[in-house]
């Protein structure tokens, strides 16, 4: 049979057929659309909706889901004095961890120092807390350069504070509760006196 004589037949059976087969067509498109169509958030299970925010949002602060309980952290004052940063009494602690040679640290460090003159009557404690292998001196000269005068100055040269909490860059910073625990943590710089910062350790001060 020629290719023609084919073609006319095939052409005959589709005029023949044309409801049935539009019918098939109709149903396999809704299958399709059924199965491989994005399900809108009203279709999805409860479970699988985002959480609600746990307080306000500042940029880059990720607020944990639970509350971490951190190792004993042992550091030095300036002086060589041994400390241990869960025995620093405060409604909150933020501890900063920074060097001399990391340039987002140092500038940075002004904002830190009006954030605590800011919350030094609400029992908020900034520490900032300098990993510079080669101790307290740089760090306490930078400081005096800028006059800082409200924060918490520590010293780590052993960088072992930073291993015990799995710090991966400087700076940052932790938000501790008054039991020690971690709130939450800032990898980055940021405007520690900016008001997205007041309103995340308002709402801590609060709950």
């Not at 307080?55 to 509350?67: C, E, I, N, S, W």
Request: some cysteine; proline content about 4%; overall charge positive.
């Amino acid at each position: 049979m020629s290719s023609k004589a084919s073609l006319s037949q095939f052409a005959r059976f589709v005029r023949r057929h044309a409801a049935v087969l539009g019918l098939v067509v109709v149903v396999t498109g809704a299958l399709a659309v059924s199965l491989y169509s994005k399900p809108s958030d009203e279709s999805k299970p409860p479970q699988a909706k985002k959480s609600a925010s746990l307080g306000p949002q500042l940029d880059k602060f990720v607020t944990h889901a639970t509350r971490k309980t951190l190792p004993d952290l042992f550091v030095q004052r300036a002086d060589g004095t041994q400390v241990k940063i869960s025995d620093i009494e405060g409604r909150l602690v933020l501890v900063n961890f920074w060097a001399t040679w990391c340039a987002p640290c140092r500038k940075e460090m002004p904002q830190l120092d009006m954030l605590a003159g800011r919350y030094q009557d609400k029992n908020v404690k900034v520490i900032t807390l300098s990993v510079d292998r080669s101790g307290a001196g740089k760090g306490e000269k930078f400081l005096n350069e800028l006059a800082v005068k409200n924060v918490t100055r520590l010293y780590d040269a052993s960088y072992k504070s930073a291993r015990a909490v799995a710090l991966i860059g400087l700076p940052t910073t932790l938000l501790l509760d008054e039991n020690g625990m971690e709130i939450g943590r800032l990898a980055g710089e940021a405007d520690w006196d900016a008001p997205e910062v007041h309103a995340l350790l308002d709402y801590y001060l609060n709950n």
